[in-house]
């Protein structure tokens, strides 16, 4: 079960963006959008087995933490408005006060307070890997079916997070010699994971 | 220089089409966005020599094709939005009457009337490759540097494409055991043949 922990520096922990100019008045909440796009859809269906937490560190309510589920989660299309709508509405959504860790808000979405620590929190005891340009090669790094797979965005990883995932022991792991977007980071990743299962399976 | 062939079987060759409803308006023309993102974009920067040519085959201007050139295009962001309004302009270009083959409508756009007829005469003898699930893989198949990727959207190439490209004598590629999106299948073996580059450097 590949999970995802996508850390937006900037990207709104509140509903309060314009679906019309995404980019523009989200703190980049698009870069992550686009995340949850490749890590769960793939062509006429969904990773079911893949799980997608969005670290929210922006705008006034952060930090809070989106996690979609690819078990439960329905009607998501591929395209950036659709897939924002979606978050725009779990993140209005309201939560009982007091309520702890991830409370659901939508089929397959819920929603935690906190940043990093949230995310890491309700892994368990997920083997934490950490996606970077220049590392060890997906294609021949030693991959848990059952990582953890920790993404910058457009800024990248901020220190307080290379420590903190330094402090769990990741390691770090390169798809390739191009320094690639987060969301096409996370597909060559998943082929990779994917040629495995397969063979695997025979 | 690969060079890209992404044909939209009901996408927009006019610029009536909603920025604010892209999925719902323009005939799935996001699919077709979201793979000049994966074909030209990579982390704060552009593939310079990557071509990527959009078939647009709805709408009642069809059939037109942009082609969107790496090594002349400016202000390309990765938001869906951004640039659907730069194909929406290119789109609503005024062209001289008679122009013959791909008329320059913005900083590395062109436009040509016809269909997939214009985009392999504007590839010249540049070895054809379809890109298909479950053919040979990637990963092993002989891939000329020069090559053309063809690639259908949601919908998959019909029995005509696939007739002119088999006349062609176009072989196909495959990445991997899972389906993917037509984007992500762009950025998988956009990832190999950066590998092959990055190897034959040394």
Chains 1, 2 share one sequence.
Not at 74 to 97: G, H, I, M, Y
Not at 132 to 142: H, I, K, L, P, T
């Amino acid at each position: 079960m590949p999970r995802f922990v996508v850390i937006g520096r900037t990207a709104a922990a509140s509903p309060d963006f314009s679906l019309v100019d995404l980019a523009g008045t989200s703190g980049r909440l698009d870069v992550l959008v686009r995340c949850v796009r490749s890590a769960l859809l793939v062509s006429h269906g969904l990773r079911r087995d893949t799980v997608v937490y969005l670290v929210l560190l922006g705008g006034p309510r952060a930090p809070r933490v989106l996690r979609v589920d690819g078990a439960a989660a329905k009607f998501l299309r591929p395209d950036e408005r659709s897939l924002a709508t979606l978050l725009q509405k779990s993140l209005a959504a309201e939560v009982p006060a007091g309520a702890q860790g991830f409370v659901p808000v939508r089929p397959g979405v819920s929603v935690a307070e906190g940043g990093l620590e949230a995310a890491i929190a309700d892994l368990g005891g997920a083997a934490p890997l950490v996606l970077e340009a220049g590392a060890e090669d997906v294609r021949v790094a030693a991959l848990s079916p059952n990582a953890a797979f920790f993404v910058g965005d457009h800024l990248g990883l901020d220190d307080d997070a290379r420590a903190r995932l330094a402090s769990l022991g990741a390691r770090s792991v390169g798809v390739g010699p191009v320094d690639l977007h987060a969301d096409d980071a996370i597909t060559v990743l998943l082929n990779e994971l994917d040629r495995r299962a397969a063979a695997a399976a025979g």
